[in-house]
């Protein structure tokens, strides 16, 4: 294996702070100093695309495509993402290798002219750019104005400052990795506001058969991590999940049982369907989808018209 390895990553300041941790447990694991890794920073579609919601450019693929192509061409020897940034279909040649320990998986409200979402005065904008987060706040509060909201963490709360929007919903685990816990004044329960698929885990994206890569790899891995993150990305995948579907899944590991509740929306946030699994950890992948048939069940296929 050459001497560096090259840590591939968006530029923003979250993405850097996951690429960090990543580093530093690598560095940590194997014993190894700074200089045996370069962090190369990878503008992404999804990055440079600011003027409409991602649902209508493209999707989750945005945030990856150009990292996985430098991946695919061995300009990077990894690749470092927010885990439910990550399409369920990979391109040929790649996988997902390690996932490390999860954060706090809750969502979180930063008010501007209310400390809780049920404070707001009626008529208030909340901003948001993601359609599980729309979804769910008109479901709690049909009379606010959803407006849409794009860029980064810092972007969005500059938006706040400057009067875009009386708050904005952001997942607790990025701000609590860029020391912004402080900006946060309430956290959304998780049965009441549940997360996306993969919310608040940092997976690791590499070359199949890179064995030097994945022995590396394998000494960082979290195995509950990666067992809920099978689940929930088998539920999304069966699903057919990507930014135009409100889906949220959220999946816990305890000794060997997994507990998996998911959930899909209607846009508007006037209808959903529910759906709870339990079951063998070794099992993920196959509950996961399990749960998918049965909340598309419950739903019926007419539920699903006009996702697309």
Same mark, same amino acid.
């Given at each position: 294996?050459?001497? $560096?390895?090259?840590?591939?990553?968006?530029?923003?300041?979250?993405?850097?702070?996951?690429?960090?941790? $990543?580093?530093?447990?690598?560095?940590?694991?194997?014993?190894?100093?700074?200089? =045996?890794f370069?962090v190369?920073?990878?503008?992404?579609?999804?990055?440079?695309?600011?003027?409409?919601?991602?649902?209508e450019?493209?999707?989750?693929?945005?945030?990856?495509?150009?990292?996985?192509?430098?991946?695919?061409?061995?300009?990077?020897?990894?690749?470092?993402?927010?885990?439910?940034?990550?399409p369920t279909?990979?391109?040929?040649?790649?996988?997902?290798s390690?996932?490390?320990?999860?954060?706090?998986?809750?969502?979180a409200?930063?008010?501007?002219?209310?400390?809780?979402?049920?404070?707001?005065?009626?008529?208030?904008?909340?901003?948001?750019?993601?359609?599980r987060?729309?979804?769910?706040?008109?479901?709690?509060?049909?009379?606010?104005?959803?407006?849409?909201?794009?860029?980064?963490?810092?972007?969005?709360?500059?938006?706040?400052?400057?009067?875009?929007?009386?708050g904005?919903?952001?997942?607790?685990?990025?701000?609590?990795?860029?020391?912004?816990?402080?900006?946060?004044?309430?956290?959304?329960p998780?049965?009441?506001?549940?997360?996306?698929?993969?919310?608040? =885990?940092?997976?690791?994206?590499?070359?199949?058969?890179?064995?030097?890569?994945?022995?590396?790899?394998?000494?960082?891995?979290?195995?509950?991590?990666?067992?809920?993150?099978t689940?929930?990305?088998?539920?999304?995948?069966?699903?057919?999940?990507?930014?135009?579907?409100?889906?949220?899944?959220?999946?816990?590991?305890?000794?060997?049982?997994?507990?998996?509740?998911?959930?899909?929306?209607?846009?508007?946030?006037?209808a959903?369907?529910?759906?709870?699994?339990?079951?063998?950890?070794?099992?993920?992948?196959?509950?996961?989808?399990?749960?998918?048939?049965?909340?598309?069940?419950?739903?019926g296929?007419?539920?699903?018209?006009?996702? =697309?």
């Amino acid at each position: 294996m050459q001497t $560096t390895l090259k840590i591939g990553t968006r530029g923003s300041p979250l993405a850097l702070a996951q690429a960090h941790e $990543t580093q530093a447990r690598l560095m940590a694991a194997h014993g190894l100093p700074e200089a =045996a890794f370069e962090v190369v920073v990878i503008s992404t579609s999804g990055d440079r695309i600011q003027d409409r919601p991602l649902s209508e450019a493209g999707g989750k693929g945005l945030f990856t495509k150009e990292i996985e192509e430098a991946l695919l061409a061995g300009r990077i020897d990894i690749a470092v993402h927010s885990s439910k940034d990550m399409p369920t279909l990979l391109p040929d040649g790649l996988e997902l290798s390690a996932f490390l320990p999860r954060e706090d998986a809750r969502d979180a409200f930063v008010g501007k002219t209310a400390k809780r979402i049920a404070d707001l005065p009626q008529g208030s904008k909340v901003g948001s750019s993601s359609l599980r987060r729309q979804a769910l706040i008109r479901r709690m509060r049909p009379d606010l104005d959803v407006v849409m909201f794009r860029g980064n963490v810092q972007t969005r709360l500059r938006k706040l400052d400057e009067g875009v929007a009386d708050g904005t919903i952001l997942a607790y685990a990025g701000l609590k990795r860029l020391g912004l816990e402080h900006v946060v004044t309430d956290l959304m329960p998780l049965d009441i506001f549940p997360p996306a698929p993969g919310q608040g =885990a940092i997976c690791i994206e590499s070359r199949i058969g890179d064995a030097g890569v994945e022995k590396m790899l394998l000494a960082i891995h979290d195995v509950p991590t990666g067992q809920a993150l099978t689940c929930e990305r088998a539920f999304l995948a069966a699903l057919d999940g990507s930014c135009r579907t409100p889906i949220a899944g959220h999946a816990t590991i305890a000794g060997e049982t997994l507990s998996f509740a998911g959930l899909i929306i209607s846009p508007d946030g006037t209808a959903s369907h529910e759906v709870e699994l339990d079951g063998p950890a070794k099992d993920a992948a196959r509950i996961g989808a399990d749960a998918a048939r049965t909340v598309r069940a419950k739903a019926g296929e007419a539920f699903f018209d006009g996702w =697309a």
